[in-house]
């Protein structure tokens, strides 16, 4: 079935780049996003792109997508300390009735050091 | 701006209660969703809801139900909650294409 894996863990010192990878494995998926989810709260879209774009950018995000590989990464640009949170990739499901549904990934908790 | 709004923040409940977890969105999204968020299972989804008065079972629907009565309101109900129920409870809404989900705040519940 379908499946969307990343890394548990990334830890970056603030102003450098990070960067959240990400597998899927539904080749037919629409789109693909990125959610953030800071402690106690609910999960916040930061972007999606289009299966047929390879790159997209909004102020210190960019996306890449390889649909080739199945592989996305979410890049944050200047990364600050209010970044620090949990990451979850997550991807359309191509087909059927159920496309409204997305496939998460179990997050990527960034760690921002000053 | 994109607004879901969920019932309770925190919610403590005793084994056998019966609860209900309501959810309003006002962006008049056709698609509803229920999730629980555990520690090291991520989010699984327990129902949708891709229409008024429909719902389609997710991942893991047993011991709950749902209600959706109005297009802006999806309720979850737990027919007599037990401790393995005790979560984090996330609703989420969408449009259709290109199908992104905006998700409430969160319900903590605890079940004792």
């Known amino acids: 079935g379908e499946d969307v894996e990343q890394s548990l863990f990334l830890s970056v010192r603030e102003g450098d780049s990070s960067v959240i990878n990400c597998t899927y494995t539904?080749?037919?998926?629409?789109?693909l996003y990125w959610y953030k989810q800071e402690p106690g709260a609910g999960l916040q879209l930061l972007t999606y792109i289009f299966s047929n774009m390879d790159m997209k950018q909004d102020q210190r995000l960019t996306v890449l997508l390889n649909k080739k590989d199945k592989h996305l990464s979410l890049r944050i640009a200047d990364t600050q300390t209010g970044d620090s949170a949990i990451y979850f990739c997550?991807?359309?499901?191509?087909?059927?009735?159920?496309?409204?549904?997305?496939?998460f990934g179990k997050g990527t908790k960034l760690s921002v050091k000053p | 701006d994109v607004k879901v709004t969920q019932s309770s923040r925190y919610l403590v409940k005793r084994t056998g209660e019966k609860v209900f977890l309501e959810c309003v969105q006002d962006?008049?999204?056709?698609?509803m969703f229920w999730y629980r968020q555990d520690p090291g299972l991520g989010l699984r989804l327990i129902y949708f809801?891709?229409?008024?008065?429909?719902?389609e079972k997710g991942d893991i629907p047993e011991g709950y139900s749902v209600s959706r009565e109005k297009k802006e309101r999806f309720s979850l109900i737990l027919e007599s909650a037990s401790t393995n129920q005790t979560s984090m409870y996330l609703c989420a809404s969408s449009r259709d294409s290109p199908y992104e989900q905006y998700f409430g705040p969160g319900t903590r519940l605890t079940v004792t």
């Open positions: 997550a991807e359309s499901i191509g087909d059927g009735g159920s496309q409204g549904n997305l496939i």
């Open positions: 809801s891709y229409d008024v008065k429909m719902k």
């Open positions: 539904d080749s037919s998926s629409t789109y």
């Open positions: 962006m008049d999204h056709e698609n």
